[in-house]
């Protein structure tokens, strides 16, 4: 059966009436099994014999999770007449906002803090046509201009305040449910502005009250360690991780990211940038998956806490994958050894790769 996009597949539990969708075909994203990264981990068939799988977000349109949240936001907002949309970011909402806004037609304004999102990011806003403002501050600094900014004009908030998005990304946890014809027992995800967890929560809520999935899943947060401030208990002022996406001091969704761990028995921890670089080499080598350092903090949440002995034999456990890792390829080239450098020789390339 073709793929037509979420509101599509999911319109009667979607708040989009029967309003024409603003679609790129985002969702149906793969949920990969992750057999070596499970054996690496110690979880494989010869240790606790967990399943591993990996929720790759990276293959929404415009490489992130963000698609699901934008492609219902912007349905509303058309169906409301608006004509602008504007939000704060650290690139991957920017970049969808942009896109989708240039399928609805609508302009696009994005504030993102200066020299701090990575550059596919950047470029994908520019060519859908955003207008673009870097802001010298941080991300919190640049959704206080947005919220500003919406006061006095007649623009839509396209951040996570608006539940239209939450909306958009619970959907992630219907596909899951639907392939593993349950939940799972652990589901792992970072945590930036805290929305995502809230809205794969409802959507596991949403699905088990339905009767279309049978058990809920431990919600497992993790935030960088220099900007985990959920972990901390309090707003962390000038957050840093290289893991950009999530460097965020000051989440939206905090109230919403407490209650989803509370009510599923799940955590919200912090992994340090080696952590998270660590799982980011580590899933891709082992897996063939290349996602952005953020998305790793999920994977690097999963080792902390299979080395600790925190994770039940015989268990499924998701990680979401929130972006694709050609997002933010720097990080890829400065983690791994530099090409071998040889002259177009059999006999020298042969030594090269010791052969
Ligand atoms: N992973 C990636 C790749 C992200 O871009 C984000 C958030 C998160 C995880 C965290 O998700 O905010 O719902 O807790 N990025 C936002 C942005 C903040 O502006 O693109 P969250």
């Excluded at 999935?213 to 985990?228: D, H, K, V, Y």
Aim: glycine share 10%; charged share 20%; proline share 5%.
């Amino acid at each position: 059966m073709a793929w037509n996009g979420l509101v599509d597949r999911y319109r009667d539990r979607l708040p989009v009436g029967d309003a024409p969708a603003v679609t790129l075909l985002e969702g149906n994203t793969p949920l990969i099994e992750a057999p070596r990264l499970a054996t690496a981990l110690g979880l494989g068939e010869d240790g606790l014999d967990v399943r591993v799988l990996l929720k790759y977000e990276g293959l929404n349109p415009t490489g992130s999770f963000k698609d699901r949240g934008m492609c219902v936001a912007m349905t509303v907002a058309v169906a409301r007449g608006a004509t602008a949309v504007i939000c704060a970011s650290t690139g991957n909402t920017s970049a969808a906002a942009a896109a989708y806004a240039a399928r609805a037609g609508l302009r696009a304004f994005v504030i993102v803090p200066e020299g701090n999102i990575a550059l596919g990011k950047l470029s994908q806003a520019v060519i859908h046509g955003a207008t673009v403002l870097a802001v010298d501050g941080n991300f919190d600094d640049a959704y206080r201009v947005v919220s500003g900014v919406a006061e006095l004009r007649d623009v839509t908030v396209v951040n996570s305040i608006n539940p239209d998005r939450l909306q958009g990304q619970k959907t992630a946890a219907f596909e899951i449910c639907e392939v593993l014809d349950a939940a799972p027992d652990y589901h792992f995800l970072p945590v930036g502005n805290a929305g995502n967890i809230s809205a794969y929560w409802m959507g596991y809520r949403e699905y088990n009250e339905a009767g279309f999935s049978a058990g809920l899943p431990r919600m497992m947060g993790f935030q960088a360690a220099g900007a985990a401030p959920i972990v901390e208990g309090h707003p962390v002022a000038d957050p840093s991780t290289l893991a950009s996406a999530i460097r965020i001091g000051n989440p939206v969704s905090w109230k919403k990211a407490e209650a989803a761990r509370d009510e599923s028995g799940g955590v919200i921890e912090a992994v340090t940038d080696d952590e998270i670089l660590e799982a980011y080499s580590l899933l891709a080598s082992s897996e063939g998956v290349f996602a952005e350092p953020a998305s790793a903090a999920s994977v690097a949440g999963l080792r902390k806490l299979a080395q600790e002995g925190r994770i039940d034999e015989k268990t499924t456990v998701v990680c979401t994958l929130t972006g694709h890792g050609l997002k933010d390829p720097d990080n890829a080239i400065a983690v791994c050894p530099a090409p071998l450098r040889v002259s177009a020789d059999v006999d020298k390339a042969l030594v090269a790769m010791g052969l």
